[in-house]
């Protein structure tokens, strides 16, 4: 059926995740925040890699491995090259990894603040449902509730009961797909009755 407005929100989060740790020099838990550079030590043909993160009160360092005492033959020489040139793509990678952090730091801290690009993708005249695709350059902890209900003219209560109502579709389909963290490629649809709410909606969905 030709009745669909498909659009893709690419979702980029602003900061990346903080560990929380106990700094030697404020004597108390503090956020440490990515310096964006690695450090590398070889000793003989093995090599460590580093990111370093400093406290947000006073500078001091943790080392955040990358890998430990890998021989500089198994390392593939891109990979290698980035990390000699703390390319920032392959940092990112690294500063996002929030799982990968968290088995380093019991706690950390994350941030629900995202940039937001919208982009149609397809736009039927006579549209009656609207399909969200989510595209995640990084993983982010955000709820999709909160998303949807920051995007979109839709309260958090409003966005449960339509769902509830079959109203609202998720996929991967899970029952509370809304209380989850938003994923890359989760598909949100809208098929909603009321034809001025769904036209407020297609408005917001479309330009923020």
Not at 88 to 93: K, L, T, Y
Request: hydrophobic residues 40%; aromatic residues 4%; charged residues 30%.
């Amino acid at each position: 059926m030709c009745d669909i407005l498909h659009l893709e929100w690419t979702a980029t989060p602003k900061t990346p995740p903080r560990p929380i740790l106990a700094c030697s020099t404020c004597g108390v838990s503090k956020p440490f925040r990515s310096s964006g550079r690695i450090r590398l030590n070889a000793n003989g043909k093995r090599l460590d890699a580093w990111l370093i993160y400093r406290c947000v009160a006073c500078d001091g360092t943790w080392n955040r491995p990358v890998f430990e005492r890998q021989t500089i033959r198994a390392i593939d020489p891109d990979m290698l090259e980035a990390m000699q040139a703390s390319a920032p793509d392959f940092v990112a990678r690294i500063e996002f990894d929030a799982l990968a952090l968290k088995a380093r730091a019991s706690r950390i801290e994350e941030s629900d603040e995202i940039d937001m690009r919208k982009t149609v993708l397809r736009h039927d005249a006579d549209w009656r449902r609207i399909a969200i695709t989510l595209a995640l350059p990084h993983p982010t902890g955000l709820r999709l509730d909160r998303l949807l209900a920051a995007e979109l003219p839709l309260s958090r209560s409003r966005l449960q009961v339509l769902f509830d109502r079959q109203e609202i579709r998720v996929e991967p389909e899970r029952k509370d797909a809304l209380k989850r963290g938003i994923r890359d490629g989760t598909v949100v649809t809208l098929d909603l009755r009321d034809e001025a709410e769904r036209l407020a909606i297609g408005r917001a969905a479309m330009d923020g």
